[in-house]
């Protein structure tokens, strides 16, 4: 079965830290670039970060650049998200989602697989 699982999610203090996993089964995330994307309450989902299926590319939304971090270890197959300073407006159920993009590019559309999602709670 093909699937991405999301992992890491959790209850954090405004300032505070977390790492999201994203973990690929039944494929390789070899010929995929990978996007994280997330949805707060009542809002549309939109794109935060993604990085390219050899990693040496990268892209993040305005709202988490120099806070937040993607980053790929192809050989366990897994993509991460190291969430920093994180603030109340983070808030939001994160998903990872796989597009079969070989090279150096990445984008938030034309998604292959997703997965089902991780919450993420920024609170005092």
């Known amino acids: 079965q093909l699937q991405l699982v999301e992992s890491g999610g959790g209850l954090v203090q405004p300032g505070g830290s977390l790492r999201l996993s994203c973990a690929a089964s039944?494929?390789?995330?070899?010929?995929?670039?990978i996007g994280w994307f997330r949805q707060a309450p009542g809002k549309e989902r939109e794109g935060v970060s993604c990085?390219?299926?050899?990693?040496?590319?990268?892209n993040y939304a305005d709202s988490v650049k120099g806070r937040f971090t993607i980053s790929r270890d192809n050989a366990k197959n897994t993509v991460y998200l190291q969430m920093n300073s994180l603030k109340p407006e983070d808030t939001a159920i994160y998903y990872c989602?796989?597009?079969?993009?070989?090279?150096?590019?990445?984008?938030?559309?034309?998604?292959?697989?997703w997965g089902k999602g991780t919450l993420v709670t920024v609170s005092s």
């Open positions: 989602a796989a597009d079969l993009r070989y090279g150096d590019s990445c984008a938030y559309y034309g998604m292959d697989f």
């Open positions: 039944g494929f390789t995330l070899d010929y995929y670039a």
């Open positions: 990085i390219s299926s050899r990693g040496g590319s990268t």
